[in-house]
C-alpha cells in the first residue's frame, strides 16, 4: 500500500474545513503528528525521506518543533547522522539554549519538517541556525502544500525537496479510490485559488 493510502489510513488526512497554522482555511489538512502512533509507517517515511536526501550535502539534521521532531529523529535514526532542533523560546533556566543537541558553528544543517504551506514557519525555525553560524541550504518536508511554500524559500536562497506534491497525493488516493472525485476536486479547486 502507498504512503499516502497509508497515511489517510492513520488519520493524517482529513477533509472538511479546517484552519491552518498560516491562518488560510482549508477543505483538507493534513495532521502528520500522528505518524509518532504507527512506528511502522514513521519508519517507512524515514526510509523514503533517506532516499529523498542522499543528493543532498549535509552534515546533520534539524528538525523543527513539534511534528518535524519524530520525523527528524526517525530519519536521523535511518541515516546515521545526528539531530538538533532549534526551540521555539530560548529556554529561561539551565542552558538556556536555543537549540537543543550538539553541533558545531559552519556545519551544514537540513532543515526536516512534516510539511509546507508557506515558508514562514520554515524561515523562523531557520534564523536561530543561521545565527548559531549552520549553514542552511535545504529544507526537506514530508509534504509540499503547493500553496507558495517553494517559491518563498527559494527567494531567500533555500531549496525545498518534498517527498510528495499535495497534488501527487490527491491523484494517487483518487487512482486507489480512498476520496471521491467531489474531495479530489473540491482540494484542486481550493489550491488553484490559493496559490
Avoid: W
Avoid at 493524517?12 to 491562518?23: D, E, N, P, R, V
Avoid at 482555511?25 to 504507527?38: A, C, K, N, T
Avoid at 514557519?121 to 509534504?143: C, F, N, T, Y
Amino acid at each position: 500500500m502507498s504512503i499516502p493510502a497509508r497515511l489517510m489510513d492513520a488519520g493524517c488526512i482529513q477533509f472538511g474545513q479546517f484552519t491552518l497554522k498560516s491562518g488560510l482555511s482549508s477543505p483538507i489538512y493534513l495532521d502528520l503528528r500522528l505518524l509518532v502512533s504507527d512506528p511502522a509507517l514513521l519508519r517507512d517515511v524515514a526510509r523514503s525521506l533517506a532516499r529523498a536526501a542522499q543528493s543532498i550535502s549535509f552534515d546533520l539534521i534539524a528538525a523543527i518543533p513539534y511534528a518535524g521532531v519524530p520525523i527528524g529523529v526517525a530519519l536521523a535514526l535511518e541515516m546515521e547522522r545526528p539531530l538538533i532542533y532549534p526551540r521555539r523560546e530560548a529556554k529561561e533556566y539551565g542552558t538556556r539554549r536555543a537549540i537543543e543537541g550538539a553541533y558545531q558553528p559552519g556545519a551544514r544543517a537540513l532543515v526536516v519538517d512534516d510539511l509546507i504551506t508557506r515558508g514562514d514557519s520554515k524561515l523562523e525555525a531557520i534564523a536561530p541556525l543561521e545565527q548559531a553560524g549552520l549553514i542552511v541550504r535545504d529544507v526537506l518536508v514530508l509534504v509540499d502544500r503547493e500553496q507558495g511554500g517553494a517559491a518563498d524559500l527559494a527567494q531567500r536562497g533555500y531549496t525545498l525537496h518534498a517527498l510528495f506534491r499535495l497534488t501527487d497525493v490527491l491523484a494517487e488516493l483518487g487512482r486507489a479510490g480512498r476520496i471521491t472525485a467531489a474531495q479530489h476536486d473540491e482540494v484542486l479547486n481550493y489550491l488553484a485559488q490559493s496559490r
